[in-house]
């Protein structure tokens, strides 16, 4: 992936940010994911077909989708609307970057995958990049696996 | 009467989308008085049997769904009711996306993630077409 794909990612995700909440996320350095354990308690993600192959990776911690639905006017918050909302920033971000990649970017409905981290494997055959960043000192990850198709 | 005024008699919305947490959202920001009753749906397949069902005058339309996508089922709707006024609410950010919508039939486009400001302005938007000359 190029450095402007990537930026299209980190802009998704303080475009999500600011104009659902009025505060933008603060996003760090992206990096490419090693050994280190980067999914939370909650995790959307979005298979990317088309033109290119590969997946995005959306994962919070419960506390922050609580606030974020808090945000949306949300008052008796269970374990279902964390799944749902998850899946929905995710494929959100996703969708949006196809104003960038174009309408061959397609994507996927949302699979959701709740804890057990040890579980969800990323592509080894892909390079998965992951950006960092806070909303609320809450701290969350979006992780890029991409690449042309062959 | 009839025709130029759609809502003045009924205003009847259908809101389709896979996230419960978008439909919720919706709904919230529906103050008009026009709009008595709201139903909705989380796949097209939903919403086509409840489209068939109520015939709404207004509804929002997710793209990116299981079971049956939105663009499909914006060409149903538009087949069975061709007057309903639509808007798609969609991540879909491309305007190959938008552009083919509005071919088969929809009249607003608004890009998620979305603020309550810019729907309650293309919410306004629909209702005031719905209830103005046809």
Known sequence: ?150 | MGARTVLETSGRLLIVDDSSTVRRSIERHIYSERVTKIYQAANGREAMELFERYRPELVTMDLTMPEMDGLTCISRMMALKPDTRLMVISALGDAETAIEAVERGANEYVVKPFSAEDLNLALANLIAEASGPR
């Open chain 1, 1 to 150: 992936m190029s450095d402007e794909e990537i930026q299209v990612f980190i802009d998704g995700v303080v475009r999500y940010f600011q104009r659902t909440t009025g505060e933008p996320a603060e996003v760090d350095p992206p990096y490419l994911k090693g050994e280190d354990s980067v999914t939370l308690d909650f995790t959307g993600v979005i298979g990317i077909s088309g033109r290119h192959r590969g997946a995005v990776y959306f994962t919070s911690c419960a506390e922050q989708l609580t606030e974020l639905l808090h945000r949306f006017g949300e008052t008796a918050i269970g374990f279902a609307d964390h799944e749902d909302l998850v899946g929905e920033v995710a494929n959100t971000i996703a969708g949006n970057a196809r104003q960038y990649f174009g309408s061959e970017f397609l994507i996927s409905v949302p699979v959701v995958l709740c804890g057990q981290p040890d579980r969800i494997s990323f592509p080894l055959c892909l390079k998965n990049f992951v950006i960092p960043f806070t909303w609320r000192s809450y701290r969350s990850y979006l992780i890029i696996c991409l690449d042309l198709q062959p």
